[in-house]
């Protein structure tokens, strides 16, 4: 079972990827990781992701899909599954991806955890961090004790540029023109799972099981 995620900014990727990541052993695979890695190691494309992550702006497909690409082709995805957060993006990512998925024999599923964007912008707006231990708070659904100050420290907390609602709105308008397509993509193959990702985590998760559990045996 070799999985996509995809979802707006605030879906919840990050934690359902985590959840699944330790249920049932896959390996996590995020371009933030692979880019980190290849910077890391000094690759050739590594330093030419460099320059374009320093300067803002988004490492061009040609580059992720080589990444990601050469990542996929290592010994360890021969024998262990994997989920893919955060790739492919974009149609081109998709087309490419579908290349190496053939040529490494592997099959996907995609999740799409659809959400309604006013409960992204009311989420993600909500957040607060605590610049001196790094905690994270939810305005909403995990407030500090007392107001604005973090448990641990009593820290004025602060609230991340990229939580800002004109940031949040300005993402996802990018994520809707760039990546939005690829839902109707894998749809078209007949790949793909909507999740109803405006309820509560567990019972994301729950669904989430529910229909792995089904694939798996089939
Ligand atoms: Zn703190």
Redesign the pocket.
């Known amino acids: 079972m070799n999985l996509i995620i995809l979802g707006l900014p605030g879906a919840g990727k990050g934690t359902q990827s985590d959840f699944i990541v330790k249920k049932y052993g896959l390996i996590h695979l995020s371009t933030g990781d692979i880019f980190r890695n290849n910077i890391r190691n000094g690759t050739t494309l590594g330093i030419k992701t460099k320059a374009y992550m320093d300067a803002g702006i988004y490492v061009p497909d040609e580059i992720t899909n080589n990444l990601v690409a050469a990542r996929l082709l290592q010994s360890d995805i021969k024998t262990t599954d994997f989920i893919l957060d955060g790739y492919p993006r974009t149609i081109d990512q998709a087309n490419f991806l579908d290349q190496t998925l053939l040529t490494i024999k592997k099959p996907i599923l995609v999740l799409y955890l659809a959400i309604n964007e006013q409960t992204v912008i009311d989420r993600l707006s909500s957040r607060r961090v ?6 994270v708070y939810n305005l909403k659904f995990s407030p500090p004790k007392i107001n604005n100050k ?6 004025t ?1 602060i609230q991340r540029s990229d939580d800002k609602e004109t940031t949040i709105k300005t993402r996802l308008e990018i994520y809707k023109k760039e990546t939005l397509p690829l839902v109707t993509y894998y749809q078209n193959k007949g790949l793909l799972k909507t999740i109803d990702a405006n309820l509560e985590n567990d019972k994301v998760l729950a669904t989430i099981e529910q229909y792995l559990l089904e694939n798996d045996n089939g």
């Open positions: 605590c610049l001196q231990c790094g905690r973090c448990d641990i420290d009593n820290q907390l």
